[in-house]
C-alpha cells in the first residue's frame, strides 16, 4: 500500500546513493487474485512476482531456470517458459 511505499522510499533515501547501475527497488503495483492479473514496474523479476501471488493462493508457472534474477521485460522478450509452460504456458508479450 501508499504507506510501504513511503517507507521503502525512505530506506532508499537514505541507503541508495542514487547511482544508476546498483541494486534497486521495484514495486509490484497491484495484484487482482480475483482477476488473476497484476502491474509490475519493468524491473520486477520473476520470483518478486511469484513471491507475492503465491500470498494470494497463485502462481507465476513460467519457470526458467534464472527465475531467480530474470526481469518481467526479459521474460517476455524471450518468450522464456521452463518446466513449467507444459500446464502455465511461456510468457509472452
Known amino acids: 500500500?501508499?504507506?510501504?511505499?513511503?517507507?521503502?522510499?525512505?530506506?532508499?533515501?537514505?541507503?541508495?546513493?542514487?547511482?544508476s547501475v546498483n541494486e534497486g527497488v521495484v514495486f509490484v503495483?497491484?495484484?487482482?487474485?480475483e482477476a488473476r492479473?497484476?502491474?509490475?514496474?519493468?524491473?520486477?523479476i520473476c520470483d518478486?512476482?511469484?513471491?507475492?501471488?503465491?500470498?494470494?493462493?497463485?502462481?507465476?508457472?513460467p519457470d526458467p531456470a534464472t527465475h531467480d534474477h530474470n526481469t518481467l521485460g526479459g521474460m517476455i522478450g524471450n518468450n522464456s517458459c521452463g518446466i513449467?509452460?507444459?500446464?502455465?504456458?511461456?510468457t509472452v508479450g
Open 29 to 33: 503495483l497491484q495484484l487482482d487474485p
Open 37 to 44: 492479473t497484476a502491474v509490475v514496474q519493468p524491473g520486477v
Open 84 to 90: 513449467q509452460s507444459v500446464y502455465g504456458g511461456k
Open 48 to 61: 518478486q512476482l511469484r513471491d507475492a501471488a503465491q500470498e494470494h493462493g497463485l502462481d507465476f508457472p
Open 1 to 19: 500500500d501508499e504507506l510501504d511505499v513511503e517507507r521503502a522510499l525512505e530506506v532508499c533515501r537514505r541507503r541508495l546513493a542514487g547511482q
